[in-house]
């Protein structure tokens, strides 16, 4: 998929969220990210996005926001994870004991072999979504399409081999993943050390997609849109 088609696919769901009369904001702005998270219901912001931690810069992460008039109705977040020769365990195994310690060590104890495996290279990990409640509105209305936003815009910003997430085990069973725009879905995904972080747990999910299968999902959607 070329980036002419990406540019195009883009429009389509940008046009479907415009006939909602909903639009998107991108912030590489992070002094103003909590402040507007905060206005979308979200009280908080995980380690590896938290400004005050994580040090970005708009070569390693963005957000993405949904607005309806001047509201903020929900929002997410993108990250760079450019592994190099690590491996995606190795690079959990490694951050999760600094990013949610304890008195027993902390972190990710183990991960699922798939992802040990399989997942390299360049990667985007999705995170802080969240809605105001009331405001995500069917799938196909709203979530599907700000989510394949994200994700193209990930890919034309960092050209990313993998995109990914976690999620808890009620958005599974409800398949958001397939909303979310993900191939592959791996359950308890990795295991956390006792005591579990209060946010995290070890029945997550990953979801996620290699660029080739990502591609083919949104070539799919392009095939929807009427666009020139």
Same mark, same amino acid.
Request: glycine share 8%.
């Given at each position: 998929?070329?980036?002419?088609?990406?540019?195009?696919?883009?429009?389509?769901?940008?046009? +479907?969220? $415009?006939?909602?009369?909903? #639009?998107?904001?991108?912030? +590489?702005?992070?002094?103003?990210?909590?402040?507007?998270?905060?206005?979308?219901?979200?009280?908080? #912001?995980?380690?590896?996005?938290?400004?005050?931690?994580?040090?970005?810069?708009?070569?390693?992460?963005?957000?993405?926001?949904?607005?309806?008039?001047?509201?903020?109705?929900?929002?997410?977040?993108?990250?760079?994870?450019?592994?190099?020769?690590? +491996?995606?365990?190795?690079?959990?195994?490694?951050?999760?004991?600094?990013?949610?310690?304890?008195?027993?060590?902390?972190?990710?104890?183990?991960?699922?072999?798939?992802?040990?495996?399989?997942?390299?290279?360049r990667l985007a990990?999705?995170?802080?979504?969240?809605?105001?409640?009331?405001?995500?509105?069917?799938?196909?209305?709203?979530?599907?399409?700000?989510?394949?936003?994200?994700?193209?815009?990930?890919?034309?910003?960092?050209?990313?081999?993998?995109?990914?997430?976690?999620?808890?085990?009620?958005?599974?069973?409800?398949?958001?993943?397939?909303?979310?725009?993900f191939s592959r879905?791996?359950?308890?995904?990795?295991?956390?050390?006792?005591?579990e972080p209060e946010?995290? $747990?070890?029945?997550?999910?990953?979801?996620? $997609?290699?660029?080739?299968?990502?591609?083919?999902?949104?070539?799919?959607?392009?095939?929807?849109?009427?666009?020139?």
């Amino acid at each position: 998929m070329n980036f002419l088609e990406l540019g195009k696919t883009l429009s389509g769901h940008l046009n +479907t969220l $415009s006939q909602a009369g909903l #639009q998107v904001e991108m912030f +590489t702005d992070f002094e103003k990210v909590p402040e507007t998270a905060a206005r979308t219901g979200r009280k908080f #912001q995980m380690p590896c996005f938290a400004i005050e931690r994580a040090d970005h810069t708009r070569n390693s992460a963005f957000w993405l926001f949904l607005k309806d008039g001047d509201s903020y109705i929900g929002g997410a977040a993108s990250m760079l994870q450019d592994l190099g020769r690590e +491996t995606l365990a190795d690079y959990l195994l490694r951050t999760s004991r600094h990013h949610f310690p304890n008195n027993a060590g902390g972190g990710v104890e183990s991960v699922a072999e798939p992802l040990a495996r399989e997942v390299s290279g360049r990667l985007a990990y999705i995170g802080e979504l969240n809605f105001l409640p009331g405001h995500r509105g069917k799938r196909a209305e709203r979530l599907e399409p700000f989510m394949r936003i994200l994700q193209i815009l990930t890919i034309q910003k960092w050209d990313v081999d993998w995109i990914y997430a976690f999620i808890p085990d009620r958005h599974m069973q409800a398949r958001l993943d397939l909303v979310y725009g993900f191939s592959r879905a791996i359950p308890r995904a990795q295991k956390w050390r006792a005591p579990e972080p209060e946010v995290r $747990s070890s029945t997550e999910w990953f979801v996620g $997609s290699s660029r080739l299968e990502m591609e083919h999902m949104l070539q799919n959607d392009l095939t929807r849109f009427d666009v020139l």
